[in-house]
Every structure is written in C-alpha cells, then in structure tokens.
Nanobody
C-alpha cells in the first residue's frame, strides 16, 4: 500500500527558510520519480519540483534557484528545502508519486510566509 506522509510546514517570515519532508512507503522509492506540488487558497494545485529518480531534478521558473529537492533512499524520504521564501509561497504543500498509472498524494503540510 502506497503511503506518503508530509511534514515540516509552519509559519516563517519572508526571506526565511523551511524544509519539508515526505516519508514514503509501499513502493520502490529509490527508482521512483517524486514530485512536490502546492495549492494556495482559491488557486489550482501548482507543480513545484520533480526529482526524476536518478536523472536529476526539474523546476518551474517560480521555484528554480530558491527551492531544492533531495532524497534519502535509505530513509525512503524526499525533502524540499525552501529558501528566500515569499508571501506568495504560502500554500499547502503536497508530495506526489505515480505508481503503475495511479497518482498518490501526501496529506499536505501548510506553509505560511508572513510579510
């Protein structure tokens, strides 16, 4: 059974940093691509970053240079390190994986950036 547990959110001032974690189980984590998405109130869920599982990471312009994805395969955990946070980064952050055509989401963790 695939399970993703998101943790690490909180309240931070603009310009600050935060690290999110996603603990995974129930699938071959080390060879799987892992994504982070976020959803702000009243907005659609937005792609944040993808770790391709061995072929590097991909970022949209909105997070490139400020956010970094990493993973610890021994712990089956993927991390999202966020720097230079802005109020517009405020959202619920979710990790995601796609296994055999099925999309799985973590429960989300709230990040609030105050100005």
């Amino acid at each position: 059974q695939v399970q993703l547990v998101d943790t690490g959110g909180g309240l931070v001032q603009a310009g600050g940093s935060l690290r999110l974690s996603c603990a995974a189980s129930g699938f071959a984590f080390s060879i799987s691509a892992m994504d982070w998405f976020r959803q702000a109130p009243g907005k659609q869920r937005e792609w944040v970053v993808t770790d391709t599982g061995g072929f590097g990471a991909n970022y949209p312009n909105s997070t490139r240079g400020r956010f970094t994805i990493s993973r610890d395969n021994a712990k089956n955990t993927v991390y999202l390190q966020m720097h230079s946070l802005k109020p517009e980064d405020t959202a619920v952050y979710y990790c995601r994986t796609v296994q055999r055509g099925t999309i799985y989401w973590g429960q989300g963790t709230q990040v609030t950036v105050s100005s």
